[in-house]
């Protein structure tokens, strides 16, 4: 299949004369085969220099449009392009969206059988292929690099470069070794792209590439299209699924520390009645890959996960990055809510961060091995990521100042941007919380600090003999909340700091000094209460709304469809940035929908027209599933109209399982109450009710009360009992 666009695209360039024919060459190429209009940002110049056989060195954020850079000059030159890329994942969705532009691609990599690489080798050899993606360590295998030199090259690409570095944290020894190809290859075009920003990164690419020739590309590395917020944890669960509420049916990745605590949270949200798989590297490895293959594949399905996950996620449509711990650098922050949003539509990158977090990074960090220089800068990151926590400037400015970028304006597009923010004159509480612990003998961690402040005569304390101290009872004038709030920003801006010997005990720093003695004052901002009127939805949740939605979820179907019958990731078919387009734009005829931004020629011929069917209406089209908000409207009259769930599943035609996932979520949103869903004996309730609310703390999980009970009750009628008790908590 790849044939006959080579020979095209032989013809383009025996055509080619001028400049400007360069660039109207690739200008038609981006057009034809990839459907699009126009450039971004640097591309046209990099494709341009590429293309005429230049070295070049892209840093560009993440959704950039770092692919083109090298996949467009590919096209237009001559001979084989090789590609060297550090993960299977990252290959084979590359390989399977050129595929789909019919573009002739594969990858090299260890799960092929010898046949089948043999059968490559003699593709590749007669011309048949155009674009070959390897991993580094292949790539460098003499008999590898004997084989190229025996062909036309057109290009190397090396794509996530930054894996060259060992200051960085995804360091791939073998990446060393592509220095080589600059003698062996001097005449093929070399083109090293990264998103990874920092100067001494590049400087390491450009050495260790051999790329002291290369003409550098340095992108802005704001994400414009990513809304920034960053709230105090109260109760983290209830927070992220406040969050969530609005972001119903979308992707994302939600980021914790511990495995452990993935494996909860993944199991909660499922609970809740969100798709949510864990991913951590404590699970068997082929159960990873399946839950990864899933979040490629799937629409809105949540990944809960550690830092485990993340290099290789090249999906375009995640909606969110939300955060449950504290990264430990911002260049980690940067990089993680970074995978949310690569298409350019909106996307919300959440953290919700506390003093717990704090107190444990910085034992971690005490902990750690390494020498005092290797502590000392990774406590200078932590400062900047508390920093970044605490900031009382727009979020996006404070972030691109630490990369050496400078934002003129506060961008409007984040959480202080949008609510403002308050601060106080905290210069006297701070003086009395640092005396508590200076009196306390510098020993005793937040919680016993508070009741000293707040003069509550317990236990605790009267084995201490703290009810004499001078600071007991001083601190009335603040709530629990309030002091608590304050111990965190001391703890973030240095002026108290954490035992080292890792029990949570608060001593005071040098730097607190000032304070104390009356010289400096000190302004600190007031956590948004959780009780504050919710603020508005970023945009995320309203891509598409009202009216819209129907003909979406039908696009979205077919998509789904097609995506299943070619195996492929539905955004390989088409971005959701496209059928966003052709939801707005309606195109009528087929050269109307070849207009549509990513709409290149293989895809309208392949695809055109059943899109077009889908939009006039077609009745060809895929049945559009209900969007679950429409049925949870009908669930919720059916139910106050007395059926039962058996009932309902029946009239709205699904299961009887999803019937109790709705119901719950009803009732959990005060829709419905527990008795207009379900019509439980006296007894049954009764014991249910005990069942969760035997402990302290947080309600028990379904699981854990279904094991209570042996089974007896269903756990749908759990789930909805849940519901109803933690919606009488809540209100
Ligand atoms: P990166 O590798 O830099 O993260 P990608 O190459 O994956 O980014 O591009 C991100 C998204 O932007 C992709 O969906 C890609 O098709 C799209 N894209 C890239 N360049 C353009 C362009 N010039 N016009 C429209 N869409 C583009
Ligand atoms: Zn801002």
Redesign the pocket.
């Known amino acids: 299949m790849g044939e006959g666009f080579l020979r095209r695209s032989l013809t383009y360039n025996a055509r080619l004369h001028s400049e400007t024919r360069m660039l109207d060459h690739a200008q038609r190429i981006?057009k034809d085969v990839?459907g699009?209009?126009?450039?971004?940002g640097h591309?046209a110049a990099i494709i341009d220099r590429v293309a005429k056989g230049g070295d070049v060195l892209v840093l560009?954020?993440?959704?950039?449009?770092?692919?083109?850079c090298f996949q467009v000059p590919a096209l237009m030159r001559d001979g084989l392009a090789v590609v060297v890329s550090p993960l299977i994942a990252l290959m084979e969705d590359q390989v399977a969206t050129l595929d789909e532009l019919g573009v002739a691609a594969v990858a090299l990599n260890s799960t092929l059988s010898n046949d089948e690489q043999r059968d490559i080798a003699d593709r590749i050899r007669r011309g048949e292929i155009k674009m070959l993606y390897l991993a580094p360590e292949r790539l460098v295998q003499p008999r590898m690099l004997g084989f190229l030199q025996n062909l036309d090259i057109a290009l190397f690409a090396i794509d996530e470069a930054h894996c060259v570095s060992q200051w960085g944290h995804d360091f791939r020894p073998e990446y060393l070794q592509l220095g080589q190809l600059a003698e062996l290859f001097p005449e093929v075009p070399r083109i090293a792209l990264t998103?990874t920003a920092d100067m001494r990164t590049r400087e390491e690419i450009v050495q260790r590439l051999h790329l002291q020739n290369a003409e550098r590309f340095l992108s802005s590395f704001d994400r414009p299209n990513i809304f920034y917020r960053i709230v105090a944890k109260d109760s983290p669960r209830k927070q992220l699924l406040s969050f969530l509420t609005e972001r119903r049916g979308d992707a994302g990745i939600v980021y914790c520390l511990s495995r452990k605590k993935v494996d909860e949270v993944a199991a909660f949200l499922s609970e809740q009645g969100y798709p949510a798989l864990p991913y951590h590297a404590g699970l068997p490895s082929d159960l990873r890959a399946y839950h990864q293959k899933r979040f490629l594949n799937e629409e809105g399905l949540i990944m809960v996960a550690t830092i485990a996950f993340g290099m290789g996620i090249?999906k375009?449509n995640v909606r969110f990055v939300a955060h449950l711990d504290l990264p430990k650098s911002l260049e980690a922050y940067y990089q993680e809510t970074g995978r949310a949003g690569?298409?350019?539509l909106p996307a919300d990158a959440w953290m919700a961060y506390g003093l717990q977090d704090v107190l444990l990074l910085k034992q971690m960090l005490n902990n750690s091995e390494g020498d005092e220089r290797h502590k000392r800068i990774e406590q200078h990151k932590l400062d900047a990521m508390l920093a970044l926590c605490e900031e009382i400037r727009c979020r996006r400015q404070a972030l691109l100042a630490y990369f050496d970028e400078e934002l003129p304006q506060p961008c409007g597009h984040c959480d202080i941007c949008v609510d403002g923010v308050q601060t106080w004159d905290a210069t006297e509480p701070a003086r009395q919380a640092l005396s508590a612990i200076y009196r306390s003998g510098q020993r005793y961690g937040v919680g016993h600090l508070v009741d000293l402040l707040l003069g509550r005569d317990n236990e605790k304390v009267r084995a201490a003999g703290h009810q004499h101290l001078s600071v007991f009872g001083m601190g009335k004038a603040l709530s629990e909340g309030e002091w608590r709030t304050l111990f965190r920003q001391l703890v973030a801006r240095g002026l108290a700091d954490v035992d080292l010997d890792g029990f949570g005990g608060l001593r005071l720093t040098d730097a607190c000094r000032p304070l104390l003695r009356g010289e400096v004052s000190l302004q600190l901002r007031r956590d948004l209460s959780t009780k504050a009127p919710k603020p508005a939805a970023s945009a995320a949740s309203q891509l598409v709304r009202g009216e819209e939605r129907e003909q979406w979820e039908a696009l979205r179907a077919l998509r789904r469809k097609l995506a299943e019958e070619h195996s492929v990731p539905p955004y390989v078919i088409f971005?959701d940035?496209t059928l966003l387009e052709m939801l707005r734009s309606k195109p009528g005829t087929l050269a109307e929908m070849a207009r549509v931004?990513?709409v290149g020629a293989r895809k309208l011929e392949r695809y055109g027209e059943a899109f077009l069917d889908v939009l006039n209406g077609g009745a060809d089209a895929a049945p559009a599933p209900r969007a679950v908000a429409d049925l949870r409207h009908e669930l919720v009259s059916l139910a106050r109209a007395g059926m039962t769930p058996a009932q309902i599943a029946r009239q709205l035609d699904c299961t009887e399982k999803n019937v109790y996932s709705l119901l719950a979520e009803a009732i959990s949103e005060q829709q419905l109450s527990l008795e207009q869903a379900l019509d439980l004996p006296e007894e049954m309730l009764g014991a249910v009710q005990d069942a969760f609310l035997d402990g302290e703390g947080e309600l028990p999980s379904v699981a854990e009360v279904a094991e209570m009970l042996g089974g007896k009750v269903p756990e749908g009628v759990l789930h909805c009992v849940r519901a109803a008790l933690q919606a009488e908590f809540e209100s």
């Open positions: 981006l990839f699009y209009d126009a450039f971004r591309q560009m954020p993440t959704g950039g449009g770092k692919s083109l998103a090249d375009p690569r298409d350019g971005p940035a931004s990513g």
